[in-house]
């Protein structure tokens, strides 16, 4: 049986460790039929590593590109280094990318400078725009661009000026949905509930958040399962939905339904 990616050709960004939700989204992924390729920053070596524990094992993994989606020349240099790996076309794209400093959460919301702001906005909102650009010229035939979120319709706790990051990204993603359309290309995000990656492990008073979704989301919420999140992305990734842009898709346990007190 033909897996839902058979035949395409996916970058995933965001692979750190195999605890990272783009590692699990590469597996899905190639599981599903898909040649991928993965950009690392900044452990270059440790991306690569985490590789070789996808399905294509050790002898065959995917291609590593260092990529920090702040720096315009790397930017500029992506599509080049794909089709050096053989990756002449892309079909998807997957923006699995965040970063904020430390002053920009656990509370500390009212005293962020605005260097430390404009760090989060540049890494977890207008990077979305510019690797898409970046991977434009390998998308001559449409794709899909897939971002992770988080639900920014409310402020979390703790959470700060990443959820103000978050905003912008939804609002980014509309944008890039309504620019190009008309070249084929879709443009989604997915909003998961919390997962423990190394990303959120390192927000003070992470816990705050996650209690809530243990207490009060319908169908439950598993913190270390990143398999219904990676589903997502895959599906978004393939044809299957055609038609359907702009969109955000809540993995959350449907925490986000129900109204639940932050």
């Given at each position: 049986?033909?897996?839902?990616?058979?035949?395409?050709?996916?970058?995933?960004?965001?692979?750190?460790?195999?605890?990272?939700?783009?590692?699990?989204?590469?597996?899905?992924?190639?599981?599903?039929?898909?040649?991928?390729?993965?950009?690392?920053?900044?452990?270059?070596?440790?991306?690569?590593?985490?590789?070789?524990?996808?399905?294509?094992?050790?002898?065959?993994?995917?291609?590593?590109?260092?990529?920090?989606?702040?720096?315009?020349?790397?930017?500029?240099?992506?599509?080049?280094?794909?089709?050096?790996?053989?990756?002449?076309?892309?079909?998807?794209?997957?923006?699995?990318?965040?970063?904020?400093?430390?002053?920009?959460?656990?509370?500390?919301?009212?005293?962020?400078?605005?260097?430390?702001?404009?760090?989060?906005?540049?890494?977890?909102?207008?990077?979305?725009?510019?690797?898409?650009?970046?991977?434009?010229?390998?998308?001559?035939?449409?794709?899909?661009?897939?971002g992770l979120d988080f639900d920014a319709t409310k402020?979390?706790?703790?959470?700060?000026?990443?959820?103000?990051?978050?905003?912008?990204?939804?609002?980014?993603?509309?944008?890039l949905a309504k620019y190009l359309g008309p070249q084929?290309?879709?443009?989604?995000?997915?909003?998961?509930?919390p997962l423990a990656t190394m990303a959120a492990k390192?927000?003070?008073?992470?816990?705050?958040?996650?209690?809530?979704?243990?207490?009060?989301?319908?169908?439950?919420?598993?913190?270390?399962?990143?398999?219904?999140?990676?589903?997502?992305?895959?599906?978004?990734?393939?044809?299957?939905?055609?038609?359907?842009?702009?969109?955000?898709?809540?993995?959350?346990?449907?925490?986000?339904?129900?109204?639940?007190?932050?």
């Amino acid at each position: 049986m033909m897996g839902i990616l058979e035949g395409k050709r996916i970058l995933v960004t965001g692979v750190l460790t195999d605890a990272s939700i783009g590692f699990h989204i590469a597996r899905v992924a190639q599981e599903q039929g898909a040649e991928v390729a993965l950009t690392a920053y900044p452990r270059p070596t440790l991306t690569e590593r985490t590789a070789k524990r996808l399905p294509s094992g050790p002898d065959s993994p995917p291609p590593v590109i260092e990529l920090d989606v702040t720096n315009t020349e790397q930017l500029d240099a992506l599509a080049g280094n794909l089709r050096d790996h053989g990756f002449d076309n892309l079909d998807g794209v997957v923006h699995a990318i965040a970063f904020a400093p430390q002053t920009a959460l656990g509370g500390t919301f009212l005293e962020t400078p605005w260097e430390d702001v404009a760090t989060a906005v540049h890494a977890s909102t207008y990077s979305l725009k510019s690797l898409t650009m970046a991977c434009l010229p390998l998308m001559k035939d449409g794709g899909s661009v897939v971002g992770l979120d988080f639900d920014a319709t409310k402020a979390w706790p703790v959470y700060d000026w990443m959820g103000v990051a978050k905003a912008g990204l939804e609002s980014c993603a509309r944008y890039l949905a309504k620019y190009l359309g008309p070249q084929g290309i879709r443009v989604n995000l997915v909003a998961a509930g919390p997962l423990a990656t190394m990303a959120a492990k390192s927000i003070p008073g992470f816990e705050s958040i996650t209690d809530l979704w243990s207490q009060n989301a319908p169908l439950g919420w598993d913190l270390k399962d990143s398999e219904p999140t990676a589903r997502a992305c895959v599906a978004l990734l393939s044809d299957w939905f055609p038609a359907t842009t702009g969109e955000i898709v809540h993995v959350d346990g449907g925490l986000h339904s129900v109204g639940a007190g932050s």
